[in-house]
């Protein structure tokens, strides 16, 4: 049985009796009933998913994986693939948006070379070292002219993934960011959306880096030929990744299996990461209740992948960065939700008296 298949059987369920147990917990604090809203809801998920009523605070980590795409070329970029290899450095330098709030989150930052064009830093430089390099190769093909990737490559960018995640919680995460970083990815993320869900290009079709109306309108015109070269079928949610994906983008559906596969929280950041996750759903829609999506990003494609997951993001601040960034900020109000859980006193322990309500 190959890594993917062993951890798509796996997957448990949230334990739903150990989040009422936790819930119990939460009413028993100083505190009208279910006052803290969304924030109870996010302790008893995360205790569910655990599988422990009263969980530690979570051990954060944030994978970022970077990838170069053959779409590239079809100029629908406003920057050049360069960019991915130059931001893969900033990152393991510690010196991109995601750096900055991943250590106000207190989350290690996990960087992946799924596959960047080109990308030969100096080994000597000690943040390079940090890097984790599995390149499945240089970046993917053109899919406006043909498949982006084989599907064997897409299956060993899966396992990839499944592998990082299954190392991270080796180590102790309990709570698993997702970020990406690769030039011309949202034009695979389009790609992708439009492909599982029917929906058109246009809807799902949004400026990216920046592109302007003339760049807007040639983006959504290579989404359509790219869906028209390759005449996906939805119900094989492996061959859509494979003819339409990011070598980053299978990493991270492969993270989100093997994160789930070990009861480890995945918080969602965007647009892309959020492409990846509807794939992993396809894949395997147990990994659903483990997902905890971070914020609406201002792409259009974002609205229709939270809704084909059934998911009400935490924040809504006009984020369209990527890398993490949403999540890193939405991760810590899972830890806000798990610390009331241990640090607010109890009706009892304060000799506050409790209405029952």
Known sequence: MSLLDETRRRIPSPDAAVGAATQRLLDAKT?????????????CRFAAITGVERPPPP?????????????????????????????LLNFARGGAAINVLARHADARVVVVDMGVAG????????????????????????????????????????ETGIAVADELADRGVTLLGIGEMGIANTTAASALVAALTGARPEDVTGRGTGVDDPGLAHKIAVVRKALEVNRCDP??????????????IAGLAGAILGGAARRVAVVVDGFISGAAALVASRLEPSVLPFLIAAHRSSEPGHGRILTELGLEPLLDLGLRLGEGTGAALAMSLVDAAVRVLHEMATFADAGVADSGA
């Open 119 to 158: 990308f030969a830093p100096d080994p000597a430089e000690a943040a390079v070292r940090e890097i984790v390099r599995r390149p499945v190769r240089a970046g993917t093909d053109n899919f406006a002219r043909g498949a982006a990737m084989s599907r064997e490559e897409a299956i060993h960018a899966l």
């Open 31 to 43: 505190k009208p009933r279910r006052s803290l809203g969304r924030l109870e809801d996010l302790a």
């Open 59 to 87: 051990v954060k980590a944030i994978v970022v994986m970077a990838g170069d795409h053959g779409v590239a070329a079809e100029g629908v970029s406003a920057y050049p693939q360069a960019v991915t290899g130059q931001m």
């Open 235 to 248: 119900g094989d949610p492996l061959a859509v990744l494979a003819r339409l994906g990011g070598f980053e």
